[in-house]
Antibody
Framework: QVQLVESGGGLVKPGGSLRLSCAASGFTFSGYYMSWIRQAPGEGLEWVSYISSSGSAIYYADSVKGRFTISRDNAENSLYLQMNSLRAEDTAVYYC?????????????????????WGKGTTVTVSS | DIQMTQSPSSLSASVGDRVTITCRSSQSISTSLNWYQQKPGKAPNLLIYAASSLQSGVPSRFSGSGSGTDFTLTISSLQPEDFATYYCQQSYTTPWTFGQGTKVEIK
């Protein structure tokens, strides 16, 4: 079945680095855009980044731009998030998600992306 | 950035009630609006995409409507498994943004 499994979370000191991974299975990974979303404890959802199927197009939230790097390995069916210069406010559960477009969409579908498959998340805690 | 505002932030309802959640965007986003359900300790689950398209496998008691800046998620007859937090999200432009969430609790 279609599945996403995140890993790599943990406890890290402020200023430290962490690399999250997301292993995909049950679908043609190379055909889909992918995204990272996070949720701080007791808070709502915050979109972090997304990457196109080939990796040629990448977007970030301003809160992580210049510190986080999204990447993918289509041969390994894996998505990554390299997180550097971590801050206390980066503490959150990090989810990876598959990005889909409506089947009826023609032309520029970028306005209609949605996240249809989510992993269970991995927890990142930034604390001294 | 486009701001998404949901109302109410929380509501109490009974099984069988009709429930309506509103989401408003700070600028027009056409129908680039998605709805997710999240239960405690779980990942979000997609309910509605493109404002009104029901995701496969989602019960038909869920429906979405709206365009421009005003959107609605309706649960026609609330079931016990529907008690959760609901989020709207715009994909019109990056950064994608979510509403703050609406918690649906048991009355």
């Amino acid at each position: 079945q279609v599945q996403l499994v995140e890993s790599g979370g943990g406890l890290v000191k402020p200023g430290g680095s962490l690399r999250l991974s997301c292993a995909a299975s049950g679908f043609t990974f190379s055909g889909y855009y992918m995204s990272w979303i996070r949720q701080a404890p007791g808070e709502g959802l915050e979109w972090v980044s997304y990457i196109s199927s080939s990796g040629s197009a990448i977007y970030y939230a301003d809160s992580v731009k210049g510190r986080f790097t999204i990447s993918r390995d289509n041969a390994e069916n894996s998505l990554y998030l390299q997180m550097n210069s971590l801050r206390a406010e980066d503490t959150a559960v990090y989810y990876c998600a598959r990005v889909e477009v409506p089947s009826y969409c023609g032309g520029d579908c970028s306005y209609f992306y949605y996240m249809d498959v989510w992993g269970k998340g991995t927890t990142v805690t930034v604390s001294s | 950035d486009i701001q998404m505002t949901q109302s109410p932030s929380s509501l109490s309802a009974s099984v069988g009630d009709r429930v309506t959640i509103t989401c408003r965007s700070s600028q027009s986003i056409s129908t680039s609006l998605n709805w997710y359900q999240q239960k405690p300790g779980k990942a979000p689950n997609l309910l509605i995409y493109a404002a009104s398209s029901l995701q496969s496998g989602v019960p038909s008691r869920f429906s979405g409507s709206g365009s421009g800046t005003d959107f609605t998620l309706t649960i026609s007859s609330l079931q016990p498994e529907d008690f959760a937090t609901y989020y709207c999200q715009q994909s019109y432009t990056t950064p994608w943004t979510f509403g703050q969430g609406t918690k649906v609790e048991i009355k």
